[in-house]
């Protein structure tokens, strides 16, 4: 998420996603029941200075580069609205959103969707909804968002149509837009808590990070197809059709996602760190850590990208 200096469909496909996710995790391209080997390949854990989560890519993803072999169409998931907790004297800012693309370091498109938890110098908590079709500039939005609200978000792509939608269950509201995109990415989906940048026309550089505490991500689910065989499955996190990538926000990483790179400095010491997935490989914990540099973070949350047991 970046910010200038300046300062009746959607519920389907909802179900759809979640639906899919559920029918594949156990059942093969041909419909047979297959099994699950959960040791096959272990994702190794990446850091950046604004994203903390999950990332998928396809298979045979590097830590810089996406697999153009997997194409995602939708991701979704729900969390509550995380309180800020601010500090008169410090301005700071979090997103908790749901989005495809900008993986990959050459990126320079992402499709996302969200909420905020920011404070204002003053020490004054905010929070509000927004969408941003990087590389335009993020967009608020209309749905009156509280702390403990219950929010659920869909990100999904048809060819250059993008749906973005937020539903906080809490107050019965909804936003839903459909966009014009002529080339989003879509080589990979995200589940983030990030901290937001500010960028000029020259520069970004990441703002401080919202104390949030912590925020629970959860019925996580995507749908994707790959070039060899063209149907789209859905899955959760830990899924057979993907790779799934924990990620540390951490302010001394050399890389920033989302088609921000070389931040020009960190404004905090504060990260946030992803805790091991749920056994069902749909739901995560991220955790806000004051001191996140030097090491001093260095939790390593385990995930697997499982593939069909031969045995």
């Not at 905090?268 to 850590?289: K, Q």
Request: aromatic letters at 6%; charged letters at 10%.
């Amino acid at each position: 998420m970046s910010r200038v200096s300046a300062r009746a469909l959607p519920v389907a496909v909802i179900a759809a996603v979640v639906a899919a996710a559920a029918c594949c995790a156990s059942l093969g391209t041909s419909g047979s029941a297959i099994r699950f080997s959960a040791n096959d390949t272990t994702t190794k854990t990446d850091t950046s200075t604004n994203w903390a989560g999950y990332a998928l890519t396809g298979l045979g993803s590097t830590v810089t580069t996406a697999s153009a072999g997997t194409t995602f169409s939708d991701v979704t998931a729900t969390w509550v609205q995380p309180a800020a907790a601010c500090t008169p004297g410090s301005s700071a800012s979090s997103a908790m959103w749901v989005g495809l693309g900008g993986y990959s370091e050459s990126s320079q498109e992402l499709e996302q969707t969200g909420t905020d938890s920011d404070c204002s110098a003053s020490g004054t908590p905010s929070y509000y909804a927004w969408y941003e079709l990087v590389p335009a500039n993020s967009v608020n939005v209309k749905l009156k968002v509280s702390a403990g609200d219950t929010i659920t978000a869909v990100v999904q792509i048809k060819g250059t149509d993008v749906l973005v939608q937020l539903h906080d269950h809490t107050r019965g509201t909804r936003f839903t837009k459909h966009l014009t995109m002529a080339q989003p990415d879509l080589t990979s989906a995200e589940v983030i808590a990030e901290a937001p940048s500010e960028c000029s026309s020259v520069s970004c550089h990441e703002l401080a990070l919202t104390n949030f505490g912590s925020v629970t991500f959860s019925n996580v689910a995507a749908l994707a197809a790959t070039s060899a065989g063209g149907v789209q499955q859905g899955g959760h996190i830990v899924s057979p059709l993907w790779q799934a990538t924990p990620i540390q926000l951490i302010p001394e990483a050399r890389r920033s996602f989302g088609g921000f790179q070389d931040p020009t400095f960190a404004a905090s010491t504060a990260g946030a760190i992803p805790a091991s997935l749920t056994a069902a490989g749909d739901s995560f914990i991220v955790n806000w850590v004051a001191n996140a540099t030097g090491g001093s973070a260095s939790t390593t949350p385990t995930t697997t990208s499982l593939s069909p047991d031969a045995s």
